[in-house]
């Protein structure tokens, strides 16, 4: 535990990790890698309760497990600050604003359907998310090159490769990715066993 979350009080830090993430949850537009953004900026970059290299295993674990990229991000996140309560405040904060404003939205469906105007405004939103993710991407890339490991880095770019060029399922990505980095792992004991 990091020692600026250590000395925050369980209370406090509960409702700082809930209202924190109905705050970024609330405003948040265009699904999972932009709110790991804003995670990102307010549990590393803000309150220093998480390094950037944790955020970044965080984020990979939270993309490659089922569900919503947000939900699981608030999982991890909240596991990792608070434990099982912090786990659960942080997933509550995070459902809440979308079940609220889903739930006004469908009330109003027909209206909001037909209105040139939302669609319009939904349009621009569009290219607001995608400089946004284009964040995402950005910033985690930076965060694999400054490890400074040829093989991270060779892996990034087989990825983009693979999913941009190449049309690979991302599933397909993931796993070997996750066979590489086991690989590595068993190469390094044996190596260290030889010794």
Same mark, same amino acid.
């Given at each position: ?17 809930? +209202? +924190?993430?109905?705050? &970024? ?10 709110? $790991? ?6 549990? /590393?970059?803000?309150?220093?309760? &998480? ?12 993309? +490659?497990?089922? %569900?919503?990229? =947000?939900? @699981? ?15 659960? #405040?942080?997933?509550? %904060? ?5 079940? &609220? &404003?889903?739930?006004? $939205? ?7 359907? #037909? @209105? ?7 349009? %621009? ?10 964040? /995402? ?7 694999? /090159?400054?490890?400074? +490991? =040829? ?10 490769? #693979? ?5 690979? @399922? ?5 796993? =070997? ?5 086991? %690989?590595? $792992? ?7 066993? =030889?010794?």
């Amino acid at each position: 535990m990091s020692e600026k979350r250590a000395r925050v009080p369980k209370g406090k830090l509960l409702w700082q990790l809930f +209202s +924190s993430m109905f705050y &970024i949850s609330t405003f948040t537009f265009g699904g999972g890698f932009v709110i $790991i953004t804003f995670m990102q900026r307010k549990f /590393v970059d803000g309150l220093h309760w &998480i390094d950037e290299k944790e955020m970044l295993d965080l984020a990979a674990l939270a993309q +490659s497990s089922p %569900g919503a990229i =947000a939900v @699981n991000a608030a999982i991890l996140v909240g596991w990792r600050v608070g434990g099982g309560l912090g786990m659960a #405040a942080a997933v509550v %904060g995070t459902i809440l604003p979308p079940m &609220i &404003i889903l739930s006004v $939205i469908s009330l109003f469906y027909a209206a909001f359907a #037909a @209105n040139p105007y939302v669609a319009l405004v939904l349009r %621009g939103m569009q290219a607001g998310v995608a400089a946004v993710i284009l964040d /995402v991407v950005c910033s985690l890339g930076r965060g694999v /090159v400054k490890e400074r +490991s =040829a093989l991270a880095i060779a892996l990034m770019a087989a990825a983009f490769l #693979a999913t941009a060029v190449f049309d690979v @399922n991302v599933i397909f990505i993931i796993l =070997a990715a996750a066979l590489v980095g086991v %690989g590595k $792992i068993l190469y390094l004991r044996r190596k260290e066993g =030889a010794k």
